[in-house]
């Protein structure tokens, strides 16, 4: 930003031009002296010529008087001693002429420099007055920048108000989801344990006055309150991921991914599964959360590579433009690519629930908790041909990939 004209510039430009034009008036004193100076210069000359014509006039009546004196050598003598320093002075004059030429030269170089000096001197004075010029041109430029700067203040203001109104009313909203979410949890709860707790009894207790139709109909009932109640915890775990607070630091990716892989192969033990995970990949993350990630990738990896008797899960880092990426990849069923955009939408499902199970809840999950990160996920797949699962993280504390 320049800075404005400070209130006393126009009293110095002021100033400056008074000073330029007495400079301007000494400077044509000069010149006018400079003429005088000639003018005595050419009267000096004048003298000294005249001199010259007295000198040969005087050697004229020199020898006048020498022819008339010659029989008196005394007299003779004392008038060539006298002609003798006449001579003297006129040689002296003959130098003071020179001295006189040799000053009037240096007074003639002193004027030209005076004359160049006062070309500068102009010059700058035109310089300054463009300078100030500029000022002024640029005094305006800056208030007009200090009216916008006053104009968008007053609108980041009104913006301010704006958000802590709707901070405000979020915070409300959220306390209201909360409260909603846990009543949700009680309400729904209890009659699905009613439910499932009578077909439990109704198998126990009466399954010998059942048929097998009837018996089928118990389990597909119990089945299904189970599978409500796993949705349940699904849609809390997804409210959730908005309003938890997040803890991040520096985390071993690979130690969380190799965790949930002992897991996972605790549960089907049977199942021959190898797992490639890359060591020292490592971000700035919420460790819990990051958790909950891997949970979801890795467990549908793990699901959908079921029907595969040699099963192959890989997780490691890559670079994507230019930013560092992680990716889960399994050689399972894969999906249609058609359909990616619907991955990451609660509740969507690109398989039958009786060919894989689960609620279509958990990579909404995961793309909030991706999100809150500063990342984003994406997927690529084709049928039969296993899926890649690609996140990133904030670029803050990543190291590794």
């Known amino acids: 930003m320049v800075p404005a004209l400070a209130p006393g510039a126009d009293r110095d430009r002021d100033a400056i031009e ?32 005249d001199f010259d014509a007295e000198k040969a006039r005087m050697e004229g009546a020199q020898r006048a008087v020498l022819n008339i004196l010659e029989d ?25 002429k020179t001295e006189m030429e040799a000053a009037q030269g240096a007074m003639v170089n002193i004027l030209d420099d005076f004359s160049e000096e006062k070309g500068r001197l102009e010059d ?37 108000t704006q958000i802590q109104g709707v901070n405000t ?35 126990e207790d009466y399954a010998d006055k059942l048929d097998e139709d009837g018996r089928d109909c118990l389990h597909r009932v119990r089945a299904a309150t189970q599978r409500m109640g796993a949705l349940i915890d699904d849609m809390l775990n997804l409210s959730r991921m908005t309003r ?25 033990p049977e199942r021959q599964v190898e797992f490639r995970i890359e060591e020292g990949l490592e971000a700035f993350v919420d460790s819990h959360l990051i958790r909950i990630v891997f949970d979801n990738l890795l467990g549908n990896a793990w699901k959908f590579t079921s029907k595969r008797d040699s099963a192959l899960i890989e997780f490691g880092g890559t670079h994507c ?46 793309q909030r ?20 699962f690609y996140f990133t993280l904030s ?7």
Request: negative net charge; aromatic residues 8%; charged residues 25%.
């Open 18 to 49: 008074i000073g330029q034009r007495a400079m301007l008036n000494i400077l044509e004193d000069f010149a006018a002296e400079k003429s005088g100076l000639e003018s005595g210069q050419r009267a000096m000359l004048n003298i000294l010529d």
């Open 72 to 96: 008196s050598v005394a007299e003779s003598a004392q008038f060539q001693a006298a002609q003798r320093s006449m001579l003297n002075i006129l040689d002296d004059f003959a130098s003071e």
């Open 124 to 160: 700058t004075q035109r310089a300054v007055l463009n300078i100030l010029d500029d000022f002024e041109t640029e005094k305006s430029k800056v208030e007009l920048v200090n009216e916008q700067l006053e104009k968008e203040i007053d609108e980041r203001k009104r913006v301010e």
């Open 169 to 203: 009313e979020l915070l409300a909203a959220n306390k209201e989801l909360e409260a909603f979410s846990y009543s949700v949890s009680h309400d729904l709860r209890s009659p699905l344990r009613t439910i499932d707790g009578f077909s439990l009894a109704l198998l």
């Open 244 to 268: 938890i607070d997040m803890r991040l630091e520096s985390t071993d990716l690979g130690a969380i991914a190799r965790s949930v892989a002992v897991e996972l192969q605790k549960t089907q």
């Open 321 to 366: 433009d230019g930013k560092s990426t992680y990716y889960v990849w399994d050689n399972g069923a894969g999906f249609d690519p058609t359909y990616a955009d619907r991955l990451f939408g609660a509740f969507q499902r690109l398989h039958d629930k009786n060919e894989f199970p689960g609620t279509g809840v958990g990579l909404a999950t995961v």
């Open 369 to 388: 908790i991706i999100h809150r990160h500063g990342g984003r996920i994406w997927a690529e797949s084709a049928v039969g041909k296993g899926a890649t």
């Open 395 to 401: 670029g803050t504390g990543q190291r590794g990939a």
